[in-house]
Each structure stands twice: as structure tokens, then as C-alpha cells.
């Protein structure tokens, strides 16, 4: 009795320390993981920006006199050299010699700016027809195989963009011949030639009315606003970025702008301002910004709504590939003791047989949603996304959710 009494008491004494063994045990820590897959990899500098017109033009009265009263309304169409104004001239101020020698001079500086246009539209010229050239050779390599896809669109846009400032060389080359007409003018009703009759002010390019400054009739000074002529179909944006992300925008580099009200658009960056300026943040920082100026590429923005003044947001892509291994950047943290800068000293845990592996890794960029792997890691491991303050190297781990990178 007392042998089985004893077998007894051993038997409950080992039954007793497994629970407790089994109690106080560390419990498997619950995980969610994703699997490291293979896809496109984009990191982008993303900000607000707003439209607005690429050319503006004001309408100006190049001497004083009696102004009649202006018909165009904000949004009439105009034709280039089309008349917006008429002035009768106040000839009295204008029969002295000093200002008759100034108007000589305004025409002289006007017909040397039409000339200067001149050179400048034959430079733009020279520079569409080498720009067309370059793509045909290019189109012709493409089509033997010997160019890529990539270099061909280059090309493209470089036609393109040639074929713009061959317009604008010749937009400027108007403006200025309407310029020395005006001064031309001006001079014959300095001079005693133009008698009382109503002098016509012109509009020096194509477009609409966007404001109308003195619509009533009025005695007018000598530069005094008339009213502002724009063309609403072409439009550019100018984004504030901060001078970190500025530097990452250079000219060239591809933009998709979006959240404006309908379908994303393509853009490319053409200028970086070098001056930054001083702007306080809604939380009352003090930031460094500078602008960039945002070509449109999409010809059909005007007709798909976008307007003078819209708000936008552009997302410069700094780098696009294809084919490389992509984690969660929730899954991706500095090392103890790394200060993480340039993508390096970073790591992950890695699953494997149950358990949590720390893993350095080496990252080529990273986005909101996703860091690319240069080294560390295989396509198809399992990292753990969010992995919790008690989780330590070696620790058993259980599998909650397993997601896969996009």
C-alpha cells in the first residue's frame, strides 16, 4: 500500500510539473507575413502643384489718349493681330521733341526685337528639323531592331518638344512685329501723321480674354492695363517642393499628375527654379521650397476639363523598374545600432521552420508601399510585416495571415 501510495504521489508530482512546464512556457508569438515576390518597383517625389497658363499677355496702351469703351467679356475668343482697343491719341503731350526721340527709340528697340525674333524662330527651326531627323533615323533603327523601345519614345518627345518651341519662337516673333507696329504708330501720331483718327490696339497672339482691367471709356496713361489675352490650351504646372525632393526632380524626368477631377495625365519636368524661397507650413514651420515647372504632354487636358488654377497633385517618378524583388516596407526596419541612412543597415524576419530569423538585407529605394531588395533576400521568402516589440531573433512564431507584395 505505502509502494503504491508512493507511485502515486510520483505519478501526480510529474503531471503536476508538465502543466506548470506546459503553463509557463513560451507561447508561439502570432505573426502576419508576406512572401517577397517579383514585379515593377516605382519610388516617386509626390506634392501638390496647380495649373497655369504657359504664355500670359498683357494688353497695354502704347500712348495715352481717349480709350473707347472695350466690347470683349473674360472668355471671348480672339484671333492673333485681331483688334481688342482703340485709342484716340492725346497729341498734344506727344508733339515735343523729347517725346518724339522716345518713340524713335521704342520703334528702333522693336524692330531689332524683330529681328532678334527672327534669329530665334530660324534657330528653333534649324533645331525641329534636326529633331525630326534624329527620330526618323531612330524609327528606322527600331525597326531594324537595333534601338530600343525606350530610345525611340526619347526621340519622340525630343520632336515634340522641338515642334513646341518652334511654335513659341513663332508666337514671339508675332508679338514683337505687333510691338513695332504699335511703336511705328505711335511715332506717325507723335509726329503729326495719324490726325485724330482712333488708333488700334491688336491682340499679339491668338487666344482668350481672361481679364478685362479698364472696360469703360476713359482717358488712359501712356502703359496704362487694358486687359490680359491668354491661350488656355497651354498649360504647364508649377509645383513648391521641398529642396530635398527638388533635387531629385531634374529636368526630363517623367510626372503622372492626378487627384484634379479626371483621368491621370503624363507630364515632364522642364525647369527647376535655382532660387528657393521661405514658406511657413500650416503647422507654423519654416520650410525651404523651390518651383518646378511641369510640361503637359497630354494634348486633350484642356478638353478633358483641366483649367487655369486647378489644384493637382503631381508624382514625379525619380526611378521605375521592372523585375525586381519587392517586401512590404512595413516589413523592413533599421538594425539596432544603424543609422538606416542610404538604404543600408536594414533588416527583416525572416520565417523559416517556425521561427523568426533576423536578416540584414541591402535595399536599392523604397516608396510608401514597397522596398526593393538588392541583397539578402529570395523571391517567395516569408517576412513578417509589422513585427511586434517582444519579437526577437529565434523566436517561435505563429502564422497568422500570409499576404503577398503587389
Known amino acids: 500500500m505505502i509502494a503504491r501510495r508512493w507511485i502515486y504521489t510520483a505519478v501526480a ?107 530665334a524662330l530660324a534657330r528653333a ?21 537595333f534601338v530600343a523601345a525606350s530610345r525611340l519614345d526619347s526621340e519622340r518627345l525630343a520632336a515634340q518638344a522641338a515642334q513646341k518651341e518652334r511654335d513659341s519662337a513663332a508666337a514671339q516673333r508675332q508679338v514683337a512685329l ?13 509726329t503729326g501723321q495719324g490726325g485724330d483718327a482712333m488708333f488700334a490696339l491688336r491682340a499679339p497672339v491668338g487666344g482668350r480674354v481672361l481679364r478685362v482691367i479698364q472696360a469703360s471709356e476713359a482717358v488712359v496713361a501712356l ?20 529642396t530635398a525632393d527638388a533635387i531629385l526632380a531634374r529636368p526630363g524626368t517623367p510626372v503622372r499628375i492626378d487627384r484634379w477631377g479626371g483621368a491621370p495625365l503624363d507630364g515632364r519636368v522642364r525647369r527647376v527654379e535655382p532660387a528657393a524661397f521661405t514658406k511657413i507650413s500650416a503647422l507654423g514651420v519654416e520650410e525651404q521650397r523651390v518651383r518646378v515647372l511641369i510640361d503637359l ?35 523592413v526596419f533599421p538594425l539596432p545600432g544603424k543609422s538606416g ?25 523604397r516608396n510608401d508601399a514597397e522596398a526593393w531588395v538588392r541583397d539578402g533576400l529570395a523571391e517567395g521568402a516569408q517576412v513578417i510585416v509589422y513585427p511586434p516589440a517582444q519579437l526577437r531573433d529565434g523566436a517561435r512564431v505563429q502564422v497568422r495571415e500570409v499576404a503577398r507584395a503587389r
Do not use: C
Open 178 to 190: 505687333h510691338e513695332a507696329e504699335q511703336a511705328r504708330a505711335a511715332l506717325d501720331g507723335a
Open 125 to 145: 527651326g534649324i533645331a525641329l528639323r534636326q529633331a525630326q531627323h534624329d527620330f526618323l533615323r531612330a524609327e528606322q533603327l527600331g525597326m531594324a531592331g
Open 223 to 242: 502703359g496704362a492695363p487694358l486687359l490680359e489675352l491668354g491661350d488656355p490650351d497651354r498649360l504647364e504646372v508649377v509645383a513648391e517642393l521641398l
Open 341 to 365: 541612412a542610404d538604404h543600408a543597415g536594414m533588416g527583416v524576419y525572416l520565417v523559416r521552420d517556425g521561427r523568426a530569423h533576423l536578416t540584414p538585407l541591402r535595399l536599392g529605394g
Open 13 to 119: 508530482a510529474a503531471a503536476l510539473a508538465a502543466v506548470l512546464a506546459w503553463a509557463f512556457a513560451p507561447r508561439p508569438i502570432a505573426v502576419e507575413t508576406a512572401l517577397v515576390a517579383s514585379g515593377h518597383f516605382e519610388s516617386a517625389v509626390e506634392d501638390d502643384g496647380k495649373t497655369r497658363l504657359v504664355d500670359h499677355y498683357l494688353v497695354s496702351a502704347p500712348l495715352a489718349g481717349q480709350l473707347s469703351r472695350i466690347t470683349l467679356r473674360e472668355g471671348d475668343q480672339v484671333a492673333a493681330g485681331a483688334v481688342v482697343a482703340q485709342l484716340r491719341p492725346a497729341r498734344a503731350p506727344l508733339l515735343d521733341e523729347r517725346s518724339r526721340r522716345q518713340q524713335q527709340a521704342r520703334l528702333a528697340a522693336a524692330e531689332a526685337q524683330v529681328g532678334a525674333a527672327d534669329a
Open 297 to 331: 504632354l497630354d494634348a486633350d487636358a484642356r478638353g478633358a476639363g483641366l483649367g487655369v488654377a486647378y489644384r493637382v497633385n503631381v508624382r514625379i517618378i525619380t526611378s521605375s523598374l521592372d523585375r525586381v524583388r519587392k517586401v512590404p516596407v512595413s516589413a
